[in-house]
């Protein structure tokens, strides 16, 4: 079976507020499916997009612990 999830269980599972999902939706970064006014998401296709979206200079600083806009 295929996990689908409603906008606020995918809010609460990635910790955001709706309003982040929504931007998220607009900006094509989550995939979702719209039949009339429900909106649905996969949570494994939303895993995979909010991977990709994951910047490489933001896990460089966190891990390294450089401050912002400096490169270790």
Known sequence: MIPWRLKQEIADY???????????????ILPFVKIGRIVRFNIEECDRAM??????????????????????
Not at 14 to 28: A, E, P, Q, V
């Open 14 to 28: 990635y910790r955001c507020d709706l309003r982040t999902i929504t931007n998220l939706m607009r900006r094509r």
């Open 51 to 72: 991977n990709k979206y994951k910047r490489p200079s933001m896990l460089l600083q966190r891990d390294s612990g450089a401050a912002p806009g400096k490169v270790a």
